[in-house]
């Protein structure tokens, strides 16, 4: 009766997943629902709910398609853990994405950099705290298309 056992446990865990996508999809689309009002009362427009519906579900395909590529990046690099190499080499098709992410690289380098720093030599000192944080615009006219 092992088999049984083991159909339930798999049926189960196909049951937990496809719940948690449609949370993962719940969530996207209310994300997308938020920023489609921030730009609409920005641009003075309206967003029908089926576009709302329209750019959520694109956007869940993308990050689908992004995180195989994440994972395919990895393995060809023969690593179990995605690095922002991979993330970096995803980003390539957008000049601007690409720039956006190698400043938060170098930000992160110099950051842990400072860290390291502290611990050797300053320890017990107050830690300084960061300026605000400003994101850059990403503008179409940035990105690239290579299709």
């Given at each position: 009766?092992?088999?049984?056992?083991?159909?339930?446990?798999?049926?189960?865990?196909?049951?937990?997943?496809?719940?948690?996508?449609?949370?993962?999809?719940?969530?996207?689309?209310?994300?997308?629902?938020?920023?489609?009002?921030?730009?609409?009362?920005?641009?003075?427009?309206?967003?029908?709910?089926?576009?709302?519906?329209?750019?959520?579900?694109?956007?869940?395909?993308?990050?689908?398609?992004?995180?195989?590529?994440?994972?395919?990046?990895?393995?060809?690099?023969?690593?179990?853990?995605?690095?922002?190499?991979?993330?970096k080499l995803l980003a390539r098709r957008s000049k601007a994405l690409q720039n956006f992410i190698k400043n938060k690289c170098d930000e992160l380098?110099?950051?842990?950099?400072?860290?390291?720093?502290?611990?050797?030599?300053?320890?017990?000192?107050?830690?300084?705290?960061?300026?605000?944080?400003?994101?850059p615009t990403v503008t179409e006219n940035e990105d690239i298309t290579n299709d």
């Amino acid at each position: 009766m092992a088999e049984a056992g083991d159909g339930a446990g798999a049926e189960a865990e196909a049951e937990q997943r496809t719940a948690y996508t449609q949370r993962l999809r719940a969530a996207v689309h209310f994300t997308v629902g938020c920023l489609c009002e921030e730009v609409g009362e920005e641009k003075q427009m309206e967003f029908s709910k089926q576009t709302i519906a329209a750019i959520s579900e694109t956007t869940f395909r993308q990050c689908e398609n992004f995180a195989k590529d994440l994972e395919l990046f990895a393995k060809h690099g023969k690593r179990t853990t995605i690095n922002a190499d991979d993330v970096k080499l995803l980003a390539r098709r957008s000049k601007a994405l690409q720039n956006f992410i190698k400043n938060k690289c170098d930000e992160l380098a110099a950051n842990n950099a400072e860290q390291k720093g502290k611990k050797t030599g300053t320890a017990g000192k107050g830690k300084k705290k960061s300026d605000g944080h400003i994101e850059p615009t990403v503008t179409e006219n940035e990105d690239i298309t290579n299709d």
